[in-house]
């Protein structure tokens, strides 16, 4: 909990996590509705005379594509430099809708520096990547869907950019990472089927399991199984038959052990979607599509 603090804004709240702590970012809670990116770019206080950064973000939907800045068209500042607090009515539908024009994908990278990324969420899992010797960063929306493809390794695969002939390399650039996973839905109130739960295990299963084959009641019952025995496991029993609650952002959690992430490169914020809706906004509980919005800028 240490490595989470609490930042206000002109009487506004939002969320920093201390190992991003080089990096202007930010979790901003539901006080912020309905500002947008590029409003929200100016809680960031750039200096006078400091290059105005892009800004960038996706369609989001439910996936595992990561796409770098070069393939996306920035979200540019308002150029009259307005207060955002100014405009906040006309910014309304845009927050509620997605331009035409966006991109659909789950996750954003920079390629320079001066480029801020952002997803939103509402119980999903906002996590926020940075690198400590290119000063690069990503941006990830994983909701359980993503989680079960693995769209947060997937971000860190283009960081790293691993294969078979850089092993040790790709070693090395793992231990500059540095990644915050925000407020999200905790396991405690997330219920999902069992077969929810072991799509997302069998991303970190130690054997290579097709979703096909949870189909097969055998192969569930075994994935269950051994999603309950494990350290740290992201699944606890629920009392409806053919339930359990999931607990997404241990998942991620664990994808990352899997790879080589160790857990002083992670933090997981102690903030529930669904249990403060005094901060938060969650699609679970209110069935509202409203959403806070997490982002980071690239040195």
Same mark, same amino acid.
Request: hydrophobic share 35%; with cysteine; proline share 8%.
């Given at each position: ?37 590029? +409003? @929200? /770019?100016?809680?960031?206080? !750039? ?15 439910? =996936? ?17 430099? +307005? ?18 024009? $966006?991109? #659909? &994908? ?21 996590? %926020? ?8 960063? &990503? ?6 869907? =993503?989680? &079960?493809?693995?769209?947060?390794? #997937?971000? /860190?695969?283009?960081? /790293? !950019? ?11 650039? %793992? ?12 396991? #405690? ?17 130690? #054997? ?5 084959? %949870? ?13 309950? +025995? ?15 609650? $999931? ?40 069935? @509202? ?11």
């Amino acid at each position: 909990m240490s490595n989470w603090h609490w930042r206000d804004w002109n009487g506004l709240s939002y969320l920093t996590c201390s190992l991003l702590k080089d990096w202007p970012h930010g979790f901003f809670t539901r006080d912020f509705w309905p500002l947008t990116p590029e +409003q @929200l /770019i100016d809680v960031w206080q !750039h200096p006078v005379n400091s290059q105005v950064p892009e800004v960038f973000r996706v369609k989001q939907v439910h =996936g595992n594509t990561v796409l770098p800045t070069s393939q996306l068209t920035p979200i540019r500042q308002n150029s009259a430099g +307005q207060n955002p607090e100014t405009n906040s009515t006309a910014s309304n539908s845009a927050a509620e809708t997605n331009p035409p024009d $966006l991109k #659909e &994908a789950d996750g954003l990278r920079t390629e320079k520096a001066d480029q801020a990324v952002w997803v939103a969420s509402a119980d999903c899992s906002p996590v %926020l990547i940075a690198d400590i010797t290119t000063g690069q960063v &990503a941006a990830v929306h994983s909701g359980w869907r =993503g989680t &079960a493809k693995a769209i947060v390794p #997937e971000a /860190i695969g283009q960081f /790293i !950019h691993l294969n078979p002939n850089e092993t040790h390399q790709g070693q090395n650039q %793992l231990k500059n990472l540095r990644i915050a996973i925000g407020p999200a839905i905790a396991g #405690e109130v997330y219920q999902v089927s069992q077969e929810v739960a072991a799509e997302v295990g069998i991303s970190i299963h130690p #054997e290579n399991i097709n979703p096909e084959e %949870l189909t097969e009641p055998e192969t569930l019952a075994s994935v269950l199984e051994w999603l309950k +025995q494990i350290p740290g496991t992201p699944i606890f029993p629920d009392r409806e038959p053919g339930k359990v609650r $999931l607990d997404v952002r241990q998942a991620i959690s664990l994808q990352l052990d899997k790879i080589g992430i160790t857990r002083q490169q992670i933090a997981i914020a102690p903030h529930c979607t669904y249990q403060t809706p005094e901060q938060f906004f969650s699609y679970r509980r209110d069935g @509202l599509k409203k959403v806070q919005w997490s982002g980071i800028m690239s040195q």
